[in-house]
């Protein structure tokens, strides 16, 4: 619908579609002043197309246009994983048995009781991995250096194409540091 009318609206399209929940029904275009959207990369769906996936990316990379897109890989469960070596990665073709896998996980299966500190790790860890996908250095990068685009292009290049497989990572910290000002956040300290 985007890509055939240009000037189409997002929030607009998703109250056509009944997709917004009932607290959100009531609110107008002029209200909403950000549109973030999340993902999973799902690559094992038969309609995955690498091509459609980045002019997604390309079509919604500002949340005060059409919106930001952020993509789980492999899912949004992602943001579980509690050791997210530079390694660790996840065949495409199993992508049905990550969630069963995630919910064996001890430590942050319950994300509702995670501390502020956990909550911290999470994200350093992720961003790390972000880092490693993109410029192979397992390291923090500056804030804001590493856009969803070039983590969907690393992916490819790295994971999708050669074996089939990505490399996991959660959305969520990227949007975390993309949203919270340097001064907010402890780990940017």
């Known amino acids: 619908m985007i890509k055939r009318d240009e000037h189409a609206d997002v929030f607009e399209v998703l109250r056509e579609q009944n997709i917004l929940t009932d607290d959100l029904k009531n609110l107008d275009r002029d209200d ?4 973030y959207l999340f993902f999973d990369h799902d690559g094992h769906d038969t309609r995955a197309d690498i091509q459609k996936i980045s002019e997604l990316l390309s079509t919604f990379d500002n949340e005060t246009e059409n919106g930001r897109l952020y993509l789980n890989y492999p899912m949004v469960e992602a943001i579980k994983e509690t050791d997210l070596l530079k390694n660790k990665t996840w065949k495409i073709t199993k992508n049905k048995q990550y ?41 923090l990068s500056t804030k804001n250096s590493i856009e969803q685009n070039t983590i969907f292009e690393g992916q490819v290049a790295n994971f999708i194409q050669p074996s089939n497989s990505v490399s996991i990572l959660s959305a969520f910290p990227l949007f975390v540091d993309d949203y919270f000002q340097e001064n907010e956040l402890e780990y940017r300290q």
Do not use: F, P, Q, T
Not at 32 to 35: D, K, L, Q, R, T
């Open 32 to 35: 909403v002043g950000e549109i």
């Open 99 to 139: 969630k069963s896998y995630v919910s064996e996980l001890d430590h942050y299966n319950d994300l509702m009781r995670l501390s502020k500190d956990d909550w911290n790790k999470v994200c350093v860890r992720h961003l790390k991995k972000a880092n490693w996908i993109v410029n192979n250095d397992y390291a």
